[in-house]
């Protein structure tokens, strides 16, 4: 959700302000805008709609005059998405142009006050408060005037701000919301994230919390909060620039659904040595982890359907009991947490602030935090105990799925080495589960290398109304996501259920014609989901399955099979998840959808 670049440097700044912008249209965004320091002072351009308007509105940038600026993208929050709610905002004077991400949570009592002393508004957002308080508290030093501005608001922000006081350096800080500050030669950035800077440096810092940074183009200065100096890492990001380009593919969905097989080799290899998982990352000790009386998973969407599989595969292989909970909830029933629990956080972007916010609930009760992250030095990363990252490389188009895959392999790590630290799993189990996560890379090339099958049979129901999936246990924790992956993209109503359930109520939903994917590919659960099938194909259903090369027979029962290769049963999620990514991409495409910017979405969700 919104995305800010900030440049400083002897480069026309408006052209690379809107190259890193189009590199964060992924985040989810319905207006864009730039703020440059010309030779006539600040110049603020900004339009509703994709980012080509606004680049056909300034000639790529190259109508707007100057070496400074700052450029954002809006995800609407507070006003509609129409011009005058794009950011940048200005001062009343025109002496301060601010972007912003996040939620200023009291703006309303701070803009009556602003009011009364006779400030004029003119937008609806909460943000218009932040360049109004700039003007307000202005002494002529902006370090302090951010420390005034940063104490009266609340809420969440990463603010990037010009003054047309200063025409060689810029401002920004962050709290709770993401900035990382690139170093450049002879010119310095920051951005939402490094992919909207990748093209000119690697070299980074990242920002904590209310950290403020002063930019001009051969220095950057990080302060504290009482305008200390400090000290701050230099980081070197190892993502390759060609990881944020398309490469070939029409979209990046596609190119990161074939990217799976590398995506879990970077992720699985480093952790197995001698035959044996080692979580380096993971610093509780064996005595600690012995005491843990239950695990708690909370995540929201695609990596909260991971957690559905983690509570299953943990409490098979650990015999501990695991509740997995979506963040949004998590923090508001109470939960039961203390010092005995670890919670388990998932996320890929470690932004999402339902995650972010989940987390420092647990954390406050007592609880350790484990996460599973992507993005390296993320918030939800810093707020843990012990990060295990997923070596996913950057995922730009909106619905998941090497991340989730990689999540995945992960959560199957931890279950493994959890069991064998707790003495709960034999040997040669251990070994035959352990061999199989070696072996998910190849089989999952193996499922990708028969795509055209999962296109076929996508061609034949992207008209569709409703479609149903359902599965037992494993089966159906991989339906939630397919389901969630089909209707995020493709816009086509769809529901995920447990089969034994749907006699329950849903059934009545299931007429002539009505698609029903089934997951059938553990053995133990095989016949019962079968004898789902056979219910809905009673009342007329299609169904797709989805089952195993070691079910010969499926194809009695269903209209169309697809088969996965057979692994060891907890694995199956990886394979079966693979075909499901497939078919919700062909059908969104077939559909002509916006597959990467699917409709109302964001990336990274970071308002609650
Ligand atoms: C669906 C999807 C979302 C995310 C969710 C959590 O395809 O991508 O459901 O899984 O918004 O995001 P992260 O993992 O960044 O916390």
Known sequence: MCGIVGYVGEKQAAPILLEGLSKLEYRGYDSAGIAVFGTDGITVSKARGRLSVLSEKTEDGKAVPGVMGIGHTRWATHGKPSDVNS??????????????????????????????????????????????????????????????????????????????????????????????VG???????????????????RTIHYLEDDEIVVLSKDCVKVYNIDKEEIKKDVFTVNWDVSAAEKGGYEHFMMKEIEEQPKAL????????????????????????????????????????????VGKYVIEKLCRIPVEVEVASEFRYHDPIIDADTLTIVISQSGETADTLAALKEAKQRGSRILSIVNVVGSAIANASDDVIYTWAGPEIAVATTKAYSTQMAVIYLIALYFADKLDRIEKTEYNKILSEIESLPDKVSEILSQKEDVQYFASQFYNSKSIFFIGRNLDYAVALEGSLKLKEISYIHSEAYAAGELKHGTISL????????????????????ISNVKEVKARGAVVLGITTTEHEHTEDVCDHVVKVPATHPVLLPSLAVIPLQLFGYYVASLKGCDIDKPRNLAKSVTVE
């Open 87 to 180: 950011h940048p905002h200005i001062s009343s004077s025109g002496r301060f142009a601010v972007v912003h991400n996040g939620i200023i949570e009291n703006y309303i009592s701070l803009k009556k006050k602003l009011q009364a002393k006779g400030v004029e508004f003119v937008s609806e957002t909460d943000t218009e408060v932040i360049a109004h308080l700039f003007e307000y508290y202005y002494n002529g030093d902006m370090i302090e005037t951010m420390i005034k501005v940063i104490h009266r608001i609340e809420g969440s922000y990463a603010l990037g701000v010009l003054c047309a006081d200063n025409p060689e350096e810029f401002i920004a800080v962050r709290k709770s919301s993401p900035m990382i």
């Open 265 to 308: 080799r970077d992720t699985i290899s480093p952790r197995i040595k001698d035959g044996k998982v080692v979580l380096d990352q993971f610093s509780m000790s064996d005595d600690d982890l012995k005491k843990l009386k239950k695990i708690h998973i909370v995540a929201c969407g695609s990596a909260y359907h991971v957690g559905v």
């Open 510 to 529: 299931i007429e002539e014609g009505t698609l029903v994917v089934s997951l059938a590919t553990g053995t133990e659960l095989y016949e019962k989901t």
């Open 183 to 201: 170093l450049g030669e002879g010119e310095n950035f920051i951005a939402s994230d490094v992919t909207a800077i990748l093209k000119h440096t």
